[in-house]
């Protein structure tokens, strides 16, 4: 009856698919990817280490840093009623000079 410990996620585990939501599409993330940065919406409960680790397994490269930005949710009407749209979480990935991500086929 000894204390049970945490299991650690193993490398290829599927974790990092639950990290990296979908790659973020826009003028300026591609103006960044010419630099060597990436753009990714990410789980709102990632963290900067778990984000690192999530690319550097699905997409086989190094990361050098990362940088998160909270987008928060904003209010949409639609008519007379009024909503809101949903807020998500960004991350720019550095990478190693002389790597790149083939988010778009060209």
């Known amino acids: 009856m000894g ?6 996620a193993k490398p ?3 974790r990092a698919y639950a990290v990296l939501e979908s790659p973020h599409i826009s003028e300026k ?12 919406k990410v789980n709102k409960r990632a963290n900067k280490i778990e984000i690192k ?3 550097e397994e699905v997409y086989g ?3 050098v840093s990362v940088n998160i930005i909270n ?6 009407r639609f008519g007379r009623y009024t909503g809101w749209r949903k807020g998500y979480k ?3 990935v550095k990478l190693k000079k002389g790597q790149k991500i083939e ?4």
């Open 3 to 8: 204390v049970e410990k945490q299991k650690k």
């Open 12 to 14: 290829g585990s599927g």
């Open 29 to 40: 993330a591609t103006i960044l990817s010419e630099g060597n940065e990436y753009v990714f």
């Open 53 to 55: 680790n999530a690319v």
């Open 61 to 63: 490269v190094d990361v």
């Open 71 to 76: 987008i928060h949710k904003k209010r949409r």
């Open 90 to 92: 960004k991350a720019v």
């Open 103 to 106: 988010l778009i086929s060209r």
